[in-house]
């Protein structure tokens, strides 16, 4: 039991450079979210899903689409990396949205 | 809309002392509060929570009660240990269809030996 995985651990790109982070989860949640952390700004959401086929925008959305492509996976997509966008990038996942559990990370770095 | 405010940090304490983060919010109708706590290279991990007013969250020596008169949730703990030296996050949800988590900004703490 994986919990929630999370791929790469580590990017660094150059601004206008596009890249897919990718999440998994084994736990059959139904919720899956996507959280970006910076420094002294705890976590902001960008986007979640609340059930397989849906997706909503969260606080900071620009710049970033989207994919829940099954039950298990939700794909954070950057279409034109920004040095705005370096930051550490976290999936969630839920089964009642109260109670959210967190892949490892994957920190990115944009030039 | 929502939000959290927490004790700004870093916190640091020696071994044993006891630990107090404070924690308000701001929130329309009845949220559930959480804490979560982040070690160093990790994801957050939930540490505990409350759902209503006057309940009473632990885990791990770690409390924290559910205020609505004060609109508090403030992390405590008797008596600290190396191993706590994390970043907490205050937090709360409010019922919807996705239920999202709003945080606070986290309080960085190092425990000393």
């Known amino acids: 039991n994986a919990g929630v995985t999370q791929t790469p651990k580590f990017q660094v790109l150059k601004t206008g450079q596009s890249m897919t982070l990718q999440c998994a989860q084994d736990m059959n949640h139904n919720s899956m979210y996507w959280y970006r952390q910076d420094p002294g700004m705890g976590l902001r959401l960008i986007y979640y899903s609340a059930s397989e086929g849906t997706t909503d925008k969260g606080e900071v959305p620009n710049g970033y689409n989207v994919s829940r492509l099954n039950k298990r996976e939700f794909s954070l997509r950057l279409e034109s990396a920004a040095p705005s966008q370096t930051s550490v990038y976290f999936c969630?996942?839920?089964?009642?949205?109260?109670?959210?559990?967190f892949g490892p990370g994957t920190r990115l770095t944009v030039l | 809309g929502d939000s959290v405010t927490q004790m700004e940090g870093p916190v640091t304490l020696s071994e044993e002392a006891f630990l107090t983060i404070n924690c308000t919010y701001t929130?329309?109708?009845?949220?559930?509060l959480f804490w979560y706590v982040q070690y160093p290279g990790e994801g957050l991990q939930l540490l505990l929570k409350a759902t209503k007013a006057d309940d009473k969250g632990s885990n791990k020596g770690f409390e924290a009660t559910y205020r609505k008169e004060t609109t508090s949730f403030h992390l405590e703990k008797g008596s600290v240990q190396v191993s706590d030296s994390a970043v907490y996050f205050c937090a709360l949800t409010r019922s919807g269809s996705a239920r999202q988590l709003t945080f606070g900004s986290g309080t960085q703490l190092t425990v000393l030996p």
């Open positions: 969630a996942s839920s089964a009642t949205g109260e109670v959210q559990f």
């Open positions: 929130a329309t109708g009845y949220p559930s």
